[in-house]
């Protein structure tokens, strides 16, 4: 359900106008959209010319930007000494930067350590994750049937 929310501009200028004077326009837009604005948020979207729902005169109509939500933050499962690896719900990261100042052999050298030890880190951490599964699994209670096969 949409609603007629009047916005008065200060000093408005028309080209056929030839002074300033205040206007008044009527934009539509929704509760929601209302709602944050009088919350005092920002709301971002598109204001456009439109036909009026009985067609006999032309409104501005505004439409927020459906933006989605920020995602989850990326795990940090090592700080390297020149980056590091992240883990998201979908990829895992590694980022490394080394100074241009180095030479190419020394460059090799970092980027190669900092990737093992990375990787290291990496296994270490799914490793541990294995484990804390393997011992939920050795502490859950145990079903009826279970108790009565030991028997």
Same mark, same amino acid.
């Given at each position: 359900?949409?609603? =007629?929310? =009047?916005?008065k501009? *200060?000093?408005?200028?028309?080209? &056929?106008?030839?002074n300033?004077?205040?206007?008044?326009?009527?934009?539509?837009v #929704?509760?929601?959209?209302? *709602? *944050?604005v009088?919350?005092?948020?920002?709301?971002?979207?598109? %204001?456009?010319?439109?036909?009026? #729902?009985m067609?006999?005169?032309?409104?501005?109509?505004? &439409?927020p930007?459906?933006?989605?939500?920020?995602?989850?933050?990326?795990?940090?499962?090592?700080?390297?000494?020149?980056?590091? %690896?992240?883990?998201s719900?979908?990829?895992?990261?590694f980022? #490394? #930067?080394?100074?241009k100042? %180095?030479?190419?052999m020394?460059?090799?050298?970092?980027?190669?350590r900092e990737?093992?030890? *990375?990787?290291?880190?990496l296994l270490?951490?799914?490793?541990?994750?294995?484990? %804390?599964?393997?011992?939920k699994?050795?502490?859950?209670p145990?079903t009826?049937e279970?108790?009565?096969?030991?028997?």
């Open positions: 359900m949409k609603e =007629v929310y =009047v916005v501009m *200060a000093k408005f200028r028309h080209p &056929s106008l030839t300033r004077k205040i206007m008044k326009i009527e934009v539509e #929704s509760q929601e959209v209302l *709602a *944050a009088m919350d005092g948020k920002c709301v971002e979207g598109r %204001l456009r010319l439109q036909l009026s #729902s067609g006999t005169h032309q409104e501005i109509g505004f &439409s930007y459906n933006r989605k939500p920020k995602g989850s933050l990326d795990k940090t499962i090592v700080e390297l000494e020149t980056g590091w %690896l992240k883990e719900p979908k990829r895992i990261k980022f #490394s #930067s080394v100074k100042e %180095l030479d190419l020394t460059i090799d050298h970092v980027m190669k990737l093992k030890t *990375a990787m290291r880190a270490g951490d799914k490793l541990m994750e294995m484990l %804390l599964e393997e011992e699994e050795a502490y859950r145990l009826d279970e108790i009565i096969d030991r028997v």
